[in-house]
């Protein structure tokens, strides 16, 4: 079992910067894909971002390609998500989630990921 927690939501103005972090429980982050995932009011979750298990590899969905970053730390057993020229649409709780999938062609399907965190609230005002 992975426990997984995320930090760093907020509340910013548009245009604004905010970094997510994913602190996960254990001595196998390394073995894990990490993605992060949001689920705005209404909407169902959808896909953002993730990153392979050595983080030479990554994936956005379009909405956030060019002002979203996702890194990890392995060292620190901590997946990020830089965020960019925030806009309102992004308002969501963020979750991030843990896939053994080795390749990322399923990444975008949250279906593929065993853990997830509780989430944390990022609201972006116009």
């Known amino acids: 079992q992975v426990q997984l927690v995320e930090s760093g939501g907020g509340l910013v103005q548009a245009g604004d910067s905010l970094r997510l972090s994913c602190a996960a429980s254990?001595?196998?982050?390394?073995?894990?894909?990490m993605g992060w995932f949001r689920q705005a009011p209404g909407k169902e979750r959808e896909f953002v971002a993730a990153i392979s298990r050595g983080g030479g590899n990554t994936l956005y969905a379009d909405s956030v390609k060019g002002r979203f970053t996702i890194s990890r730390d392995n060292a620190k057993n901590t997946v990020y998500l830089q965020m960019n020229s925030l806009k309102p649409e992004d308002t969501a709780v963020y979750y991030c989630?843990?896939?053994?999938?080795?390749?990322?062609?399923?990444?975008?399907?949250?279906?593929?990921?065993?853990?997830w965190g509780q989430g944390t609230q990022v609201t972006v005002s116009s």
């Open positions: 254990g001595r196998t982050f390394s073995s894990y894909a």
């Open positions: 989630a843990a896939t053994q999938l080795r390749y990322g062609s399923s990444w975008t399907d949250l279906v593929e990921y065993d853990y």
